[in-house]
C-alpha cells in the first residue's frame, strides 16, 4: 500500500570490508498546490546537482562500486541488482534507488527482458 505522506526507496551502501548491502529508507512528502488549477499534490525533495539520463541496450556489469552517490530514477527497463552480500533486488519503471556504494567492491547489474534500460541519474549529496 502506498502511503500519501511518504515516499520509500532503496539504498545501496558500503559495508566495512569494502561489500556492500541494501538498506530501506523514505522520506517525507509534504501535501502543496504545484501549479495553479491543480490538485494539491505531494512533492519532495531529491537533493540533487545535475540530472543525467542513460539510455543503453546493454546494462550487465562486473562488480564495481558506483562512480558518485546518486539516485537512480527507472523510466524503461528491468535490471537486478546483486550487493557482494548475495541479496537481490529488481527495479522497474518508477522504482527510486540511491546508489551510496562508491568505495569497496561495489554491486553489479544485470538487465532483465528487453533492452533498452532507461533512468535518471542524479548527483546526491553525502546528506541525503
Known amino acids: 500500500m502506498i502511503e ?21 529508507d523514505s522520506t517525507s512528502l ?15 525533495e531529491l537533493p540533487s546537482a545535475q540530472a543525467v539520463f542513460v539510455r543503453s541496450g546493454e546494462f550487465d556489469s562486473t562488480p564495481h562500486p558506483a562512480p558518485a552517490r546518486q539516485w537512480v530514477v527507472m523510466i524503461r527497463g528491468t535490471i537486478e541488482v546483486t550487493t557482494t552480500a548475495g541479496e537481490k533486488r ?9 546508489v551510496s556504494d562508491t568505495e569497496g567492491l561495489g554491486h553489479s547489474t544485470l538487465a532483465l527482458g528487453s ?7 542524479l548527483p546526491a549529496p553525502d546528506h541525503a
Not at 515516499?7 to 556492500?20: A, D, F, K, M, Q
Not at 533492452?115 to 541519474?121: D, I, K, S
Open 115 to 121: 533492452p533498452p534500460f532507461e533512468a535518471l541519474f
Open 90 to 98: 529488481v527495479f522497474a519503471p518508477g522504482d527510486l534507488l540511491l
Open 30 to 44: 509534504t501535501v502543496r498546490p504545484v501549479a495553479v488549477g491543480t490538485a494539491p499534490m505531494a512533492t519532495g
Open 4 to 24: 500519501p505522506n511518504i515516499l520509500h526507496y532503496t539504498r545501496i551502501e558500503t559495508v566495512p570490508g569494502g561489500g556492500s548491502k541494501f538498506a530501506d
